[in-house]
């Protein structure tokens, strides 16, 4: 009976998704946006600009969006080696029996952490949430306390979690600009996009019996670009959605909280990312290739290196516009020898209207080996 569900959801899900998010590129005015949606917003992923906004920093119930913190905390933990995805983890009856959108896994077996992190990234499983969370915490309320504490390290003023899950709960909240802000964070990880674009998988449980996945964010497969997403809905939340997508050389992060209906959520997140790859474009400000400076080295085998940005840095701007961006270098006169790849040796600051908006190492490409005895007397004897 339960696989008859999924596949007749997969079904469902399939069908639907002919009448929506196949949208041609539009060119809007920054006031001509219209949404349903209660809050939304729009950002550059590179830069962080904010693009468009309605009441993006209101507090609203976001349902499973929540569910990207519980996917960042997990990621974080197999990025620490406190975890693989072949670790195996043991369910509870509490985990098993969380309800809502569920892979319906067994309790009181094992399960391996990327079977359990996959079904959170594409079915939106409350079931694996919370086996990963007790995992990692001991319990879903101490994980929780995790939450809040990544929550506030980001800067997500305007958030707090109360479960790992988004099933409604009174005190739970976020908003638009912290949905964009965890997204950002979870898509800087290969394992998350190793899941987060597959259609349609499966879930083979210990006894053999199997649970048929399909996606929960449409637009990994019928918008052009989107790489990753999260979507939510119950009740009190609406329907929601916070998505990525990629085009050229500009990433865009799309949010929709209070949608009044599924198709509305992927509509008009599709409008954000039409609005943004039609009107902006990304410039070049500092690039990790080109050296940015050189400085002198004392006592070193060389006398003077090339300094290099340790990332890059585009900033988004309307098309046929200037940028307004400018940069300021600091660095000292002279480094000292010896230095290995990737020591910090400067700072790159970059400016916007009067304010400093980022912060770049500046670091060495080569190791800096220091001068011996014999490579003094041997430049003497060359030079002499």
């Known amino acids: 009976m339960i696989k008859k569900f999924c596949l007749f959801s997969i079904l469902f899900i399939v069908l639907s998704t002919t009448f929506c998010v196949n949208m041609p590129l539009l060119s809007f005015a920054d006031d001509g946006i219209e949404l349903e949606s209660k809050s939304a917003c729009l950002v550059d992923y590179g ?4 693009l468009y ?3 993006a920093t209101s507090h609203l119930p976001i349902a499973s969006m929540v569910k990207m913190m519980t996917i960042l905390l997990t990621l974080e933990e197999i990025e620490q080696g406190n975890l693989t995805e072949d670790t195996m983890i043991t369910t509870s009856e ?8 569920q892979v319906f896994i067994d309790p009181y077996v094992e399960y391996s952490a990327g079977v359990l992190l996959k079904s959170v990234i594409i079915a939106s499983a409350n079931d694996a949430s919370v086996a990963l969370a007790e995992h990692i915490s001991g319990s879903e309320k101490s994980f929780v306390n995790l939450m809040n504490k990544r929550a506030n390290q980001l800067g997500m003023n305007d958030t707090h979690y109360s479960n790992c899950t988004g099933l409604p709960a009174p005190e739970q909240y976020s908003c638009a600009r912290d949905c964009a802000i965890v997204l950002k964070e979870v898509g800087k990880f290969d394992l998350y996009h190793k899941y987060c674009t597959i259609w349609m998988d499966e879930v083979l449980h210990p006894s053999g019996r199997k649970t048929e ?3 929960t964010n449409r637009l990994v497969r019928y918008y052009d670009g989107c790489d990753g997403g999260k979507t939510g809905s119950t009740n ?16 865009l992060i799309s949010v929709v909280i209070g949608a009044p209906n599924s198709q509305t959520r992927f509509n008009e997140c599709s409008k954000l990312f039409n609005y943004g790859f039609a009107n902006y474009e990304n410039k070049e400000i500092v690039n990790v290739v080109t050296p940015i400076t050189s400085i002198e080295v004392n006592r070193g085998k060389v006398d003077k290196v090339d300094l290099f940005a340790k990332e890059c840095f585009n900033a988004v701007v309307k098309k046929g516009e200037e940028t307004n961006y400018e940069t300021t270098i600091e660095n000292p006169d002279k480094i000292t020898a010896p230095k290995k790849v990737g020591d910090c040796v400067g700072k790159i600051y970059i400016s916007k209207n009067g304010s400093v908006i ?6 060495l490409n080569e190791d800096l080996d220091k001068v011996s005895f014999k490579d003094c007397f041997d430049k003497v004897v060359t030079t002499w």
Do not use: P
């Not at 009190?236 to 990433?251: D, I, T, V, Y």
């Open 47 to 50: 830069s962080g600009e904010i």
């Open 53 to 55: 906004e309605k009441d």
């Open 94 to 101: 509490n985990a098993s029996g969380m309800g809502g959108s």
């Open 213 to 215: 996945i399909v996606n």
């Open 236 to 251: 009190e939340a609406g329907c929601c959605l916070s998505a990525s997508a990629k085009r050229n050389n500009m990433k």
């Open 358 to 363: 980022k912060e770049i190492d500046l670091i």
